[in-house]
């Protein structure tokens, strides 16, 4: 199934806001690179994934720092708690240098957008994002992460190792792309973190979202 | 698919160059509500016409006939006889939406509505709104407006506007799309102060048909134009206007914008942070700074910036020459300028030399240059020290800075310094009316004068722009 079929089957069958594991899957598809997923060993992450609850660690759905049993475990216990979820175990991301948000929207005036900077609690300063036309082609990408305070958190403060910026800007055209693509049937991605690692080792998306445009017919009733 | 029917008259929309050709040199236009009544708005654009020196071919439409201003009047559009290139609307909004549908079987190629009370007009407009664009669906013409204060176009001496803000314009590189008229009347005003040529102005209106999209792209690819003034306060088709707004200033070309109107923060967004982190007011300006658009905050900076680019000269890079016959406004116009994130680096040596020969030992011939009100004893000192200064190697903007002017001859020796280099030379002029004095020599040039050193700095933040990250 390509994943343009994928994203028409979940709007086909209502769903509004895709949890991270089917996200993830679709992210995956298109080329960016996700965690582990069921490591045998080292130290793990399990989430409970839900379409009804998106904020997973409002609801204690996020259990950091297991071990692969531990985590089987508490993703059980999980499940029984939030029915009709998906249980997720992954390796733990912890070799990255920073973490970054990439989220794609329809803007009223413009059409589709790209934006990415600092992410993880560094949100907060919404200043430090930058914001293009989606499709941002390779030379855009890169120009996003060279500027604004962002740029100078990627190329290491203070004697911290340089982030793969290469990566983070491949990711930044890729999702951009496949945005534009389809933004009739998307209204939102977000990746937030990506956990972007020292300059050419890559980086991994830890968290995403994807919100589903309404159906055309929806659309109609809005206006 | 069904062959399109062609026993009868061509029934075809013009496009919009087709619409904004006839419009920009006209040689019929038909002013519908035009009126020996001082006041109404079609007397208004009569006259104006008229007194602009407008050539081509006027016909009043008013339905009581006779003579209007001197000009024999049509009863009503379909007297007329031939084509009309273009009818301007200026009636109450009922009769004008007659007019409209009379012209759907007339030969005409573009309607200017100046009449108001259409969705501008809230609830009571709705039922006018709903005809208008009944009428404009198939309509064999283009529509500028309505609820709009006209178009301008000096160099074919053109006027059709109700406004007497628009008056006295010369020809030359700016064009302006204004969806307010009157902040387009204030914006003209003062470029035509300072000299600054205009190649025309659209009034926007509504944007019923034409829009600032369809406006910029016509106008841009114009080669009069250099640079294109945009007061917008709603984007119909943004992402054609950020495009049009791209290929502009990729091929050389400037576009200043200002928009107008509150912007909504992150409205809708509950499920992720991109809804927060992308509000409107947050992507106009990645937007505009990704194209390549210097977005001014308001109107009158706006007219700054302008000045700055209509002179056509790009700096080579960010460092600042600056003279000044005071000292206390050199030190505002460099805090400003250093702020804006230029330099104003001490000049080269044999500038430093050159300049002594002016200024006495109480002056400075470092950077900031204090001339001291000694230069003033001769008129053509204060033009010398600047082409010393524009012609320094390590200077890539000289500002110069005078306040009350005593004789002519130190004008024209400021513009002889202008026609002596290439740089971009922005005058900071705080006494012109206190002066015995014209500027007429720096206005021909369009050299860009500011009365004061912020807004000096508003015209060097845009030439700033054009060294920026624009490719």
């Known amino acids: 199934m390509t994943p343009r079929e994928t994203l028409e089957n ?50 204690g759905l996020v259990r950091l720092g297991l071990s692969p049993q531990e985590a089987n475990q508490a993703a059980t216990e999980m499940a029984e708690r939030f029915v009709g979820g998906t249980a997720l ?45 989606a499709p941002a082609g390779p030379q855009t ?19 911290a190792e340089p982030a793969d910026k290469g990566a983070l800007a491949d990711l930044i055209s890729r999702i951009s ?19 972007v690692r020292a300059d050419g080792k890559g980086l991994a998306a830890a968290d995403a979202l994807i919100v589903l445009a309404p159906k055309a017919n929806e659309q109609e009733n809005l206006t | ?27 019929t236009i038909a002013v519908v509500g035009a009126s020996r009544t001082k006041g109404k708005l079609g007397q208004a654009v009569l006259a104006l016409l008229k007194s602009n020196g407008y050539r081509g071919k006027i016909i009043p439409v008013n339905p009581s006939g006779g003579e209007i201003e001197g000009l024999a009047a ?19 909004v009922g009769v004008a939406l007659d007019a409209l549908e009379t012209c759907t079987r007339l030969d005409v190629k573009v309607v200017v509505g100046v009449t108001s009370g259409f969705s501008e007009a809230g609830e009571d407009g709705h039922n006018n709104e709903m005809r208008l664009r009944r009428i404009m669906q198939d309509a064999p013409f283009r529509l500028v407006g309505p609820n709009c204060e006209g178009v301008v176009r000096p160099a074919s001496d053109l006027q059709l506007t109700f406004s007497p803000m628009f008056n006295g314009l010369r020809p030359g590189p700016v ?104 509000g409107d007011d947050r992507v106009i300006s990645a ?114 800075i005078i306040t009350f002017v005593p004789d002519q001859q130190f004008i024209e020796a400021l513009a002889e310094a202008f026609d002596s280099t290439g740089k971009p030379i922005l005058i900071v002029w705080t006494g012109s009316a206190r002066s015995n004095a014209s500027g007429e020599a720096l206005r021909e040039r369009a050299v860009p004068v500011y009365d004061s050193p912020a807004r000096a700095a508003s015209g060097l933040s845009a030439l700033a722009a054009t060294t920026g990250e624009v490719a």
């Not at chain 2, 069904?2 to 006209?26: G, H, I, K, W």
């Not at chain 2, 200033?249 to 991109?274: D, F, I, L, Q, Y």
């Not at chain 2, 002016?358 to 470092?366: D, I, L």
């Not at chain 2, 001291?372 to 200064?389: D, F, H, I, K, M």
């Open chain 1, 177 to 195: 792309v496949f945005f534009a693509e389809n933004a009739d049937l998307i209204s939102e991605i977000e990746i937030n973190p990506v956990m």
């Open chain 2, 175 to 278: 064009a302006m799309i204004s969806q307010s008229g009157a902040l387009g009347g204030l914006m003209a005003l003062r470029l035509g102060e300072r000299g600054v040529g205009i190649n025309a102005i659209v009034s926007s209106g509504n944007e019923t048909d034409l829009t600032a999209a369809d406006l910029l792209e016509y106008l841009g690819n114009d080669p009069q134009t250099r640079v294109v003034l945009c007061y917008v306060e709603e984007l119909r088709d943004g992402r054609r206007f950020a495009e049009a707004a791209q290929r502009l200033t990729r091929a050389g070309k400037h576009v200043v914008a200002v928009k107008g109107g509150r912007s909504r923060a992150g409205s809708r967004a509950v499920e992720s942070h991109t809804g927060a982190m992308a």
């Open chain 1, 141 to 159: 990408a890169e120009a996003m992460v060279n500027s604004g305070p962002g740029a100078r958190l990627l190329a290491g403060l203070r004697g």
């Open chain 2, 1 to 27: 698919m069904a062959e399109p029917n062609t026993n009868r008259m061509a029934v075809r929309r013009p496009s919009v160059a087709e619409a904004l050709d006839a419009l920009f040199d006209p040689s």
């Open chain 2, 287 to 400: 937007v505009f700074r990704e194209t390549g658009v210097f977005r001014a905050r308001e109107s009158v900076a706006a007219v700054d910036a302008v000045t700055a680019l209509a002179a056509g000269r790009r700096p080579a890079g960010n460092r600042v020459g600056i003279i000044s016959v005071t000292g206390g406004l050199g030190v505002e116009m460099t805090d400003l300028a250093e702020s804006a994130g230029f330099e104003v680096p001490v000049l080269d040596e044999a500038t430093q030399t050159a300049l002594s020969r002016y200024v006495p030992f109480y002056g400075s011939v470092s950077n900031p240059v204090d001339l001291t009100g000694v230069v003033l004893a001769n008129p053509t000192y204060v033009g010398r020290c600047l082409e010393a200064v524009a012609a320094d190697p390590g200077v890539d903007i000289a500002i110069a």
């Open chain 1, 89 to 133: 175990i992954e390796e733990m991301e912890e070799g990255s240098v920073a973490e970054w948000i990439i989220g794609c929207k329809r803007d009223d005036t413009f059409g589709p957008i790209v934006l990415a900077g600092p992410g993880g609690i560094l949100v907060e300063l919404i200043d430090a994002a930058e914001i293009r036309l």
């Open chain 1, 10 to 59: 979940w709007q086909r069958a209502g769903r509004k806001v895709v949890h991270e594991a089917d996200s993830k899957d679709l992210l995956q598809q298109i080329g960016i690179p996700v965690p582990k997923r069921d490591p045998a060993e080292g130290r793990c992450v399990a989430k409970l994934c839900h379409d009804d609850y998106p904020h997973k660690s409002d609801h």
């Open chain 2, 74 to 92: 049509a009863r009503s559009l379909e007297e007329i006889d031939g084509p009309i290139d273009v009818v301007v609307l200026a009636t109450p």
